[in-house]
């Protein structure tokens, strides 16, 4: 289905196969399935049906106001012009093709879906539908198709911890054995599930902060690598409550020290090239790579409307704390924005990729990979010059020399966020009017709903909330 084309009423196809999807899932003891998306705030909202009501599901959908498009992760409401009002409805089609029996969930399948217009057409602020649409067309104006994945990164807390507050489920340093041996059986556990559900999980260790793990996962085409950015959470949050622990995703779940990240992976292709290897560029970009690169670094303020939303992620993005808050570029340079991953020597041409560093699990992963894939696309159309490299610490430079190299800190304000993305063009014409206006509306609601609060108040608004 493309962006454009209406839903027919009873969608016969798709229907005769939920009806024999329907029979296996409850041969396979599934009762229900979930219907997932994520909203302008970053939350995972979701509808279920039963197993049995899977093929009306794909031919009519599932009702759905749109006001959650204006929800707040708090889950009060604000509005625009069109959305935040208790009027009207939408249908969540589940997308067949992604359907997955949650093996952490017995009993349960889960589905992502299109949200669409009671009379057929993909309703405007639809992250999913946005993205699909940027991948079309970057492939129909520029030939490039693209491989994505999105870092997982998490906490693990007690389940017994008093009221709301985050006690470290483990301990051990940062990447330390200790932590990985204390959380064994729930991590064997894990990575069974993930493999049963089709996920191809690349590496899985201790982070950072303290009680913190990361996942990788294999690069896919952008909507399916959104997908399971949503999929691999929720198979995260099933398997740790199965063992008594709490998870959390927020950027911060503390007011000072290392939070969580969701890096965006992000490679272009071209007839089976990747376009980040063999170049004559620097390190093995092509000429459009560079480009490409050009072009979401000079978006990279108005970006972090997308990819840094919450006010929570304010507190991870501080300098000098590997989350990219300057806009610089290097190879495998953590401090940068954007980071250039060649590889191994003998991989390259499977391996290099973009690194977009300033992203967080408060983000919809829809929006943001959209918004950078934009950005890139249109570096790349205007054969925009990629800067000088930086080395080491941006924050360690001369503040003269910072300036005359082009690098500067990212907004650190959400309202600053949202100012350079009201002022960007490009990246307003590719969420499309309802679903910018949306994006600011709930940025300065989040905003609003933190005002006076100090870091640790601000953490804890939004500790348990991603």
Known sequence: MSDSDPVPGGRPGEVERATALSGELTGQGVHGVVLAYVDTAGITRVKTVPTAKLASAAAWGVGMSPVFDTFLADDSIVTTDVL????????????????????AQPGWAWAPVDRITQEGAPHPACGRTVLRRTVAGAAE????????????????????????????????????????????????????????????????????????????VGALDPVTAADHSVLVRQTIRAVSRRHGLRVSFAPAVLGQGVGNGGHLHLSAWRGGTNLHAGGAGRYGMTAEAESFVAGVLGRLPALTAMTAPSPASRLRLRPSQWAGVFTAWGRETREAALRIVTGTAGIRDRAANLEVKPVDLAANPYLALASVIAAGLDGLASSAPLPEEITGDPALLDPADA???????????????????????????????????????????EAGAVEGLDDEGVAAAYRWKY
Do not use: K, M, N
Not at 413 to 434: I, K, M, W
């Open 141 to 216: 104006r520029h030939g490039v198709t693209f491989r994505a994945a999105v870092e997982i990164e998490w906490v693990v807390g007690r389940g017994d911890a008093d009221g709301d507050a985050f006690v470290p489920a483990v301990s051990g340093p940062a990447y330390g054995a200790a932590r990985q041996i204390e959380l064994s059986d729930c991590a064997a556990d894990l990575l069974a599930v993930l493999a049963a559900q089709g996920v191809d999980v690349e590496q899985f260790h201790p982070e950072y902060a303290a009680g913190q793990f990361e996942i990788s």
């Open 84 to 103: 935040g009002s208790p009027d009207g409805d939408l249908r969540l089609y589940p997308d067949l093709d992604r359907l997955t029996v949650l093996a």
């Open 403 to 445: 300036a005359a190299r082009g690098v500067r800190r990212l907004p650190v304000t959400l309202a600053e966020s949202v100012a350079a993305f009201r002022a960007d063009e490009v990246l307003r014409t590719a969420l499309g009017p309802v679903l910018a206006d949306a994006v600011v509306a709930v940025r300065l609601g």
